[in-house]
């Protein structure tokens, strides 16, 4: 999308475009839905959750990418009617910075502060101290498919493909190192933008399922994506991993890849490690 | 200070706590004021601000520590009275969550969006990947001292260690490596609690310094820092690394170990690799 102006890209059409849109409904403020199906364990995932936020943000500073955006979350989404309160901050030449804090009803879901620009305008010097996971090719990948409650139903809205030393966990062997590593796309060659990549990144089961650990889940507190580009068509490759198991928290650090080699994104997560 | 409830930990003293200390002005609202010599090339560091706008976010909070907190930097921040006006989202049992603005006027300098809670309460299973950076003695490193316009003003209210091999950039031997290790206090051994980490983390000089590209300053878009517990007293040992200059765009991710051999926080910034 290179060269066209930002407010003439063109509507993305898909269910992850359908399931994230959102309406301008009173100055400030915009009207979505969290759409039936999305959730993890009855509640909503929270990347996706962040990509509703982003494209009322987007919308609200007349922006079409998050460069860096960063999502506190306060209460699990359920299905249904939502309104984003949306505040611009500043107003630059490159860049706008605001806030948007998605409500269902009065009950704050997540709060989120970013800054967005035009990332199509990116260049200078490089430095890549790093490369894309090395995977087996998706069909040697293991699928991860919606059965019941595990692996839940949102996984039936992004097509994900595990690293096979990272799957073993859902069979009970734990590869011992908390890493999960994998293909991520949309179905039906939905393309993924800036702001599906916010999904991306919080797509993968918890890499805590790798450790070998008495954790059997680990709720968000806090995730930060920096996007450093809109991805080239096709698959992306995924790596997270978790360095430090402290104090009841744990990082969640992500890279994504585009189908060209490109780091697309980074994302870092902090979670909570829940006692007993 | 571990066991001590949260409201009645003892008002820390010293030039860094005068330095970062605000008042409540009305609701929702506080005073502070950038104290003269704090500034690198100028401008304000932006550690120093982040403090104290998380020390007014912790008073509107009523909780003592940021366990998360992410500041966007909007204008460069000049010696004199600020306000920072703060707004809580949610107040739960174990966390809240808020924003906080600081203003010079009406001209905004930095958002924050935090979750503060009590890390004297935390605990859990652990692992560690990783381990704090090996340093010389901090009488081996190289001590950063300010000399007019560089090292700036700021270096002159923290104690920073260089490792050897980090600093030669000042004398035109950049190692390479987009790298900087070393060790950090505050003068006259005020204590270093968690919000003054906030300051550490953006304390050391650029990585980009070192990375042998044309690069002269980085000014920071976001920083988000992680913190896992309050610092025993003592040395910290610090270390900064970059592995992505892409876009324009660099990250820079911190670690920040205690005297005791424990990490108390991480760090992630995004920064601007200025064109031209």
Redesign the interface.
């Known amino acids: 999308m290179a060269g066209l102006p930002a407010r003439v890209r063109c509507a993305l059409t898909g269910s992850f475009a359908a399931a994230t849109a959102v309406q301008p409904a009173t100055p400030g403020e915009w009207a979505g839905s969290i759409a039936p199906g999305w959730e993890i364990a009855g509640n909503a995932n929270g990347g996706y959750l962040l990509a509703m936020a982003a494209r009322a943000l987007a919308g609200a500073a007349g922006r079409p990418d998050p ?2 955006v ?1 999502a ?1 979350y ?2 699990p989404g359920r299905t249904g009617d939502v309104r984003i309160a949306t505040q611009i ?2 107003d ?1 030449k490159r ?1 706008a ?1 605001g ?1 948007a ?1 998605m409500f269902a009803g009065d009950r ?1 879901l997540l ?5 967005l620009g035009d ?1 199509s305008q ?9 490369a894309p996971p090395e995977l087996p090719s998706p069909e040697e990948c293991v699928r991860v498919v919606p059965a019941g409650t595990f692996p839940p139903p949102f996984m039936g809205h992004v097509d994900l493909r595990l690293h096979p030393d990272d799957a073993a966990f859902a069979t009970g062997h734990q590869s011992g190192q ?1 890493l999960m590593r994998g293909w991520f796309r949309l179905p039906d060659d939905e393309p993924v933008d800036s702001i599906a990549l916010l999904c991306a990144v919080d797509a993968f089961p918890p890499t805590a399922f790798n ?1 070998r ?3 059997a889940w680990t709720p968000t ?2 995730l ?1 994506a ?1 996007i ?2 809109n991805p080239a068509p096709g698959w992306l490759r995924c790596r997270f991993a ?10 969640e650090d992500g890279e994504v890849w585009d189908s060209t080699g ?2 697309v994104g ?1 994302s ?1 997560q ?1 979670a909570l ?1 829940p ?1 007993g």
Request: glycine residues 10%; charged residues 20%.
């Open positions: 460069v860096t960063t506190h306060l209460s901050l500043k630059g860049f910075t806030t804090t704050p709060a989120v502060l970013g800054t990332l990116a260049g200078g010097p490089e430095l890549i101290e790093g908390p450790a650990l008495p954790i507190v806090e930060t920096h450093r580009a978790t360095r430090f198991v402290t104090a009841g928290f744990l990082e490109r780091l980074q870092r902090l490690v006692r």
